[in-house]
């Protein structure tokens, strides 16, 4: 069984490379390829489609109680041939047309059919011409007696009765409407029994008038107007139906325009052509009408049986209009799924699905970049969600595969195994260098008790939701950058052009108190063993040791800076993001750049200083570094091309907080 993709080459993901990487416990795994049959590039909106799977039943229906009825009366016994003879005179239309007996023809036909009904004088008159040919007296009794009953007005009332129902049974039976304007139907008649002094009249003009029997016909015409689209059933359609024998087919119509996508993948299964998803956004989901596991049979009286998925999609790509599908129903049995909750993630790795061999359909992977909101709206699919980006919905009417969070972390977990395996002696001796650089830091900051980077963590996506900042409750600003690149400058610039808006967090010290120095401004002067116990129940944000002396930033510093109504401003380290997040504080953290190597070295030059090529590689290597392994931390990203630039962007940045609600971690505001 092998299917192609929709370029036409083989698939890369064969059976061969998906053994490369262990993923047993996700049974789910595509065994087959599939295609999206109509992803065009610019997608239009739904079109509801017309079902025609009841009214196929109904008529089916319809035949087999004709073909048993005609079985019972060839079992009767013949009439009276004296009786037969008059009422084939009173009658004087075929047995077979009727009301009580509506051919299987006549229902095709449809409303334009004229069915041949008996007038009330032409019975009268048929009946005076029998009374006077007949000559045995109480023959001529029996037909005084009918003629009596005939000219009775109640009878001739029911009578016409009987003709026009006879007429309207040629048409198309229930739920296939008379006519979509019951509403104006039923305020013409409101206007006529305005004049009626009945009872009866004006009953039915208060029925007509009430609430509820107004929103009836207005359901109705709704209703109505879409069915009245409906084409007459044809004998064609169903004489290509019994060419499937005994299987159970269903018929639907789907309207597709030339900018209105399907929605839908197939793959081959032998000589079958099945519906393998259904894709949220398309008009196969707003319908209802297709699922996964059908197989399709036909398209517009195409037979799609053991064609492949590419004919599949060449054929669909030059049909418009009403597409109309013979489908041999899934087999499965699922529960009618549960309206999904739309889940919002803020993604903690790039992804490419052309660089994906496991993405079982490519032309619907979603590429996004660490750091974008995704709007994922269904999970159905453990191994592959369908997502939006965020701010993308209006360009992207069709839901986007990106890779399930449990698919992502074993695969992702199983990559990091293959790559410690490679090289752990090479990584070893990197890992003892950085350690040497560390020591020569003027302060040791220790933010936790981990490394820098938890290796062991596999990051995939952080469930999200949107937050308001309270005017009186300012997010703390965080800057974070490697050496050299300015934010210790830009916050000193913040503070001082803006005083009244934005302060420091007060730090923590262990030294002695300086002549010039005030407690409480400068530094929070305490003893080693308060600042101790408070390390050891994680009061600090971070802390370290120089010159034998402890200095820490707090978490209760900081909230004195916000509860005085000012935004408070960090300069902290990559480790201490984490404990930050993990508060109450809901920081916003806006990491520093730096630019290019040049760019860099010009700026560094007009600061006076004068930095060696290695130094210049050292910084936006570290910046790198910082960006890969803490860059989901970042709310936001600011280039230091020029300073005043980079401030009037932070300045930016900052003010839309007060204006635009942001996406938080969903744990912050639980």
């Keep these: 069984m092998t299917t192609s993709h929709m370029n036409g080459h083989v698939a890369e993901g064969s059976d061969t490379e998906a053994k490369n990487i262990d993923l047993s416990s996700h049974d789910e795994l595509p065994r087959h390829r599939e295609m999206a049959v109509d992803c065009p590039d610019d997608l239009g909106s739904r079109t509801m489609p017309i079902r025609r799977s009841a009214q196929l039943e109904r008529i089916r229906q319809q035949q087999d109680d004709m073909r048993r009825r005609r079985e019972e009366e060839g079992k009767k016994q013949e009439f009276d041939l004296n009786s037969s003879i008059r009422l084939k005179k009173l009658a004087q239309v075929q047995p077979k047309e009727g009301i009580d007996n509506p051919t299987f023809e006549d229902i095709l036909e449809g409303p334009s059919n004229v069915v041949k009904v008996l007038e009330v004088d032409e019975l009268l008159s048929s009946l005076k011409h029998i009374q006077h040919s007949l000559v045995d007296s109480q023959s001529q009794e029996d037909v005084a007696l009918i003629l009596q009953l005939v000219q009775n007005r109640d009878f001739q009332n029911a009578f016409s009765i009987h003709n026009t129902v006879a007429i309207h049974m040629h048409k198309m039976s229930p739920p296939y409407p008379v006519n979509a304007s019951a509403q104006e139907l039923s305020q013409e008649v409101q206007k006529i029994l305005t004049i009626s002094h009945q009872k009866d009249g004006q009953e039915l ?39 499937y024998g005994g299987e159970t087919v269903k018929i639907v119509r789907i309207e597709k325009a030339r900018d209105i996508p399907l929605g839908a993948t197939v793959r081959n299964d032998v000589e079958s052509v099945i519906i393998s998803r259904i894709v949220k956004g398309g008009a196969a989901e707003k319908s209802g009408v297709l699922h996964e596991g059908d197989e399709v049979l036909e398209i517009n009286g195409i037979e799609i049986r053991g064609k492949d998925v590419n004919e599949v999609f060449d ?36 992804y490419d699905p052309s660089d994906d061999p496991y993405i079982p359909c490519r032309e619907l992977g979603l590429s996004f970049q660490k750091g974008d909101v995704l709007h994922v709206i269904s999970q159905e699919d453990p191994n592959w969600w369908q997502a939006y980006r965020d701010g993308d919905e209006d360009n992207q009417p069709l839901a986007g595969l990106v890779p399930g969070k449990s698919f992502q972390q074993q695969r992702e977990a199983m990559k990091q195994t293959i790559e410690e395996d490679k090289e752990p002696e090479k990584s070893g001796k990197l890992w003892c260098a950085k350690k040497n650089k560390k020591k020569r830091k003027k302060v040791l900051y220790n933010a936790n008790r981990n490394d820098d980077y938890d290796n062991d963590e596999i990051l995939t996506y952080e469930e999200m939701s949107l937050y308001h900042q309270p005017a009186s409750r300012k997010r703390p600003i965080v800057l974070i950058g490697p050496p050299n690149c300015g934010q210790n400058e830009l916050r000193q610039k913040l503070m001082e052009r803006e005083a009244d808006r934005f302060a420091p967090a007060v730090p923590h010290t262990t030294r002695s108190m300086r002549d ?33 002396n402890l200095y820490g930033t707090s978490i209760d510093s900081v909230r004195q800076v916000i509860n005085s109504g000012k935004i408070c401003l960090l300069n902290l380290h990559t480790q201490s993001l984490r404990i930050l997040r993990n508060s109450d504080l809901k920081p916003y953290i806006i990491f520093i ?55 009037q962007e932070l300045i930016r940045l900052i003010n839309k907080l007060d204006t635009e609600p942001q996406w938080v971690p969903s744990t912050w505001l639980r």
Excluded: C, W
């Design 205 to 243: 003009g208060a029925l007509l008038a009430s609430p509820h029997f107004e929103a009836l016909l207005l359901a109705h015409d709704g209703v109505a107007q879409q069915e009245m689209l409906l084409e007459p059933t044809t004998d064609h359609m169903y004489e290509r139906v019994a060419e």
């Design 315 to 350: 054929l669909l790509a030059d049909m418009h209009g009403t597409l109309t599908f013979v489908l041999i129903p899934s087999q499965q049995t699922k529960n009618p799924p549960a309206k999904e909750m739309v889940v919002h993630v803020k993604a903690h790795f790039d």
């Design 516 to 548: 010039n120095e005030v407690n409480g401004r400068d530094y929070l002067f305490v003893s080693r063993q308060f600042f101790e116990a408070d390390m050891a129940t994680n009061k600090f944000i971070e802390h370290g040791e120089y010159e034998k």
């Design 593 to 647: 750049a730096p630019p290019s190597q040049e760019r860099l070295r010009a700026m560094l030059t007009k600061e006076g200083k004068n930095p060696k090529p290695e130094d210049l590689r050292d910084i936006i290597e570290k910046a790198r570094e910082m960006e890969q392994n803490y860059g989901h931390y970042f709310d936001a990203a600011v280039v230091n091309t020029d300073l005043e630039k980079a401030y």
